[in-house]
Every structure is written in C-alpha cells, then in structure tokens.
C-alpha cells in the first residue's frame, strides 16, 4: 500500500479503476460504448484531472460534466461507480489523499448525478 504523492501514483489509480469498469457488467457497455477505441486519450484525460484534484497540479483544464450529460446512467450506475472507485483505492492505497479521492468521487457522482437527472426531467 502506498500514498498518492505523485502522478505514478494517479496513474495506478486511473488505469486501476479503469480496468475494471472495462470489464464490469454495468458500466462497461456505456463506457465503452461511448469511448470506443479512445481509451489512451480518455485515460491521459483522466491522469490529468485526478493530478489537478488530488495533487494540485494544474495540468487538466476543460469541463469535466459536459462529456456525462448525455450519457443513459441513473442512481445504480454512480453508486456501482463509487464502489469500484473506492474499492480500488482501497486495494492500493492509505492516507489522507486516498481518503480525499474518495470524498472528492463521491461528491462529484452526487453531483453528476443531479445534473443528469435535473436535464432529463426538463428535457425528456
């Protein structure tokens, strides 16, 4: 087990969880139904976000809401995410930044999640 403390680490996490929501029964069919044969750029996407979250390193700019809105997920779908992500930090990681990547996950499923279903109800 180890701390985050550097972009090896956010590598392990991101390629971590990301395997296995690649090979999940729920969330594979949307996420790569959506990201298709682009996972290298999705997963450099996604080293740069949790840096610039986890490390305040500020390499990720852009809105990370926007490519969710369309996607068809609903309560199961986040709750199914967490669980992989905290599972995953869980299998590899300890301290204070591991607990911030969970609170940080959690608060942004919640979020994406309203958003979602607040667009849906107002644009069936």
Known sequence: MKQI?????????????YGKVRK?????PIFNGVIQDNWP??????????QT???EDHTYHGSP???????AVVGK???H???LFFETIDENFIG???EEAKIRAAKMAEMFQLKIEYFNRDNP
């Open 96 to 98: 204070e930044k591991a």
């Open 24 to 28: 999940d029964d729920l969330l594979a």
């Open 77 to 79: 779908h986040f709750e």
């Open 5 to 17: 403390e550097s972009l090896e680490e956010i590598e392990l996490l991101v390629d971590s969880f």
């Open 81 to 83: 995410w967490k669980h």
């Open 53 to 55: 979250v986890l490390l």
């Open 65 to 71: 809401f926007a490519p969710h809105l369309k996607l």
């Open 41 to 50: 750029k999705h997963l450099e996407k996604m080293y740069s976000f949790w």
